[in-house]
């Protein structure tokens, strides 16, 4: 049987979620992502050219609330956590060569 | 006897009457975790030197003013790993989040806070919430305490297994395919998932948004309906928490289900469900119609394509909400990267697990280009099919029962090397969330020593009900009332 997902497309998808996997990691993830894969395929049983998607259950459009400023939360609080941070900013690897 | 045998309600009472403090509920907790927690292993950070002081604040606080605080004031609680606790460390059992010190509270913090709850420590869990076992946590295996060879259930593993080895008198969980009800099964407790919408999610760490709960674990019913009362509501932090009235649950435990219509679905009864579990419910549904309920087989015709729908829509809202892992503004970064893409596929890799990284891939797959239509909008479809078969149900029956789980707990190890069987396990729970109605699971047998859980299910927003029928089975039953020998 054709599969559904091949070890290309399983890397591509790795590095478009930023993962990065060996090639043994992309053999177990090929395999196990094709039979979920294949498994969800039992939809296509169902005829659903005439069913509206839910994306949210229950009946609400935009929720709207007045526009009253209000303050963040403190910078040094917001720092904290960081890996590495200078000069009140977070601090990153170099993003152009 | 412990004190957390008593309910919530007689605790309070006892505080009161000034029979016992806050401090020797705290010190109970604290007293039980020292000598079970070895064996359970359900906490992932205790908070006790806060938690004690936080007593003592309290028991001041008692001796000065009479009666002006709720049923909760004092009572000890577990928090689950993916409810941001202030100052208090917050994982999702994730390595990507060790050391991640959270800077304000989630919602159902400030309102717990508010009623004087006392919290001891955050729960294990699978990590980010996606299992059904907590093996997927980072850190550690929690043990069902009914068979330390078993698993708790998950993902609220740590939440149920301490409330049943009497760590804590409940805990809160998350409940997005089953993560409440089926753990509260599998450790013979009491588990809510309320209707979506009901509880904020602000402040609980996203997993799939559109089918997160957080909801109550607990020993007994009353229990349970105290807690969401102080939870439940509108918030404004949270755009999709309903504007709905939140009633008195409590009120609504009167034992009376005389006239109650209730639905069996033959999909929840048949082929993978084990024969001493369909028999527990057979057993439980005589119970409700000597009560003097009536029930009827049904069908939701589209049970089986739900672990399907779930699992695309699920991964597909997982893939977006854990993109913000991404070692800038908090949890774990990986040394010596080369560059930033580099940086966040090492950090990425190195901190998710593989359950996680499946899951992301996956929901990546069936959101890419190409490939939208064909599995994440047809699974939306089948959503509303979903939803439909609950809402043609609910036309005629006040409640949907049947088992929370196909078997009792699984061993450990059993059902880690293929993802597929693992999921099989929500088969009942999954369809629930789906439809973002409320169940609840109630301990109603045992399978060799093992707990088995009733659902129950009910309309949107109707938790009365839901509460009002599992309290009845309870009040005519002793299940609830079994401990684990630990």
Redesign the interface.
């Known amino acids: 049987m054709m599969s559904r997902?091949s070890i290309e497309?399983?890397k591509h998808?790795?590095h478009?979620?930023?993962?990065?996997?060996t090639d043994e990691e992309a053999e177990m993830?090929t395999k196990?992502?094709d039979?979920?894969?294949t498994?969800?395929?039992?939809?296509?049983?169902?005829d659903?050219e005439n069913?509206?998607?839910?994306?949210?259950?229950?009946d609400?459009k935009n929720?709207m609330?007045e526009d009253v400023p209000t303050p963040g939360?403190p910078r040094e609080?917001?720092l904290?956590?960081?890996?590495?941070h200078q000069d009140g900013q977070?601090r990153?690897?170099?993003?152009l060569? | 006897m412990s004190l957390f045998d008593h309910k919530i309600s007689e605790l309070h009472t006892l505080l009161q009457k000034k029979e016992i403090s806050v401090s020797d509920l705290v010190d109970e907790s604290f007293r039980r975790i020292g000598e079970v927690e070895d064996k359970v292993q359900a906490f992932l950070t205790l908070n006790e030197e806060n938690a004690r002081a936080k007593a003592k604040e309290l028991d001041d606080k008692l001796a000065k003013e009479e009666n002006d605080f709720g049923v909760l004031f004092g009572i000890p609680i577990g928090i689950k790993d993916n409810i941001v606790t202030k100052g208090l460390r917050t994982t999702c059992a994730s390595k990507i989040l060790y050391n991640f010190d959270p800077i304000y509270d989630a919602t159902v913090m400030e309102r717990l806070n508010e009623a004087g709850a006392i919290t001891v420590g955050k729960l294990n869990m699978d990590e980010f919430a996606m299992g059904s076992s907590t093996e997927n946590s980072g850190f550690q295996l929690t043990r069902n305490p009914w068979d330390l060879e078993r698993v708790p259930g998950g993902s609220s593993g740590g939440s149920a297994a301490a409330v049943a080895a009497g760590e804590v008198p409940f805990a809160l969980g998350s409940d997005t395919g089953g993560s409440i009800r089926q753990p509260a099964a599998f450790c013979g407790v009491v588990g809510l998932k309320p209707t979506y919408g009901r509880v904020s999610r602000f402040g609980l760490v996203a997993f799939a948004s559109s089918l997160d709960q957080i909801g109550p674990i607990t020993r007994t019913v009353e229990d349970n309906a105290y807690l969401l009362q102080v939870i439940a509501g509108l918030d404004p932090m949270d755009s999709t928490s309903a504007n709905v009235e939140v009633p008195n649950y409590v009120e609504a435990l009167t034992g009376d289900i005389k006239g109650l219509k209730i639905a069996v679905p033959k999909e929840y009864l048949g082929e993978g469900v084990a024969e001493e579990v369909r028999q527990s419910v057979l057993d439980a549904l005589k119970v409700l119609e000597k009560l003097g309920a009536t029930w009827e087989e049904v069908s939701l015709p589209h049970s089986k394509y739900a672990l399907a729908t779930y699992y695309l829509l699920a991964s597909s809202e997982a893939s977006a909400n854990l993109a913000r892992f991404d070692g800038v503004r908090y949890g774990y970064r990986a040394d010596n990267a080369k560059n930033l893409i580099d940086m966040y596929k090492q950090t990425r890799s190195e901190g998710f697990g593989n359950e996680v990284k499946r899951r992301i891939m996956l929901g990546t797959f069936a959101l890419s280009s190409g490939y939208y239509d064909a599995y994440y909008k047809k699974a939306q479809k089948v959503r509303t099919l979903i939803k439909q078969d609950f809402e043609k149900v609910f036309e005629k029956y006040d409640v949907i029962v049947g088992p929370t789980t196909p078997t009792p707990a699984f061993k450990i190890g059993e059902k880690t090397s293929d993802p597929l069987t693992m999921y099989a396990n929500d088969i009942l729970t999954i369809p629930v969330n789906l439809a973002g109605v409320p169940g609840i699971s109630v301990p109603c047998g045992f399978v060799n020593g093992l707990p088995v859980g009733l659902q129950i299910i009910g309309k949107h927003f109707d938790e009365s009900t839901v509460y009002r029928v599992a309290h009845a089975f309870e009040q005519a039953t002793d299940y609830h009332k079994q401990k684990p020998a630990l």
Do not use: Y
Request: no cysteine.
């Open positions: 997902i497309q399983v998808v790795a478009l979620a930023r993962l990065a996997i993830f196990q992502l039979a979920i894969i498994f969800a395929e039992q939809l296509n049983e169902l659903t069913v509206p998607p839910t994306s949210h259950v229950l609400m929720v609330r939360l609080e917001v904290k956590n960081a890996p590495d977070f990153v690897p170099a993003i060569e």
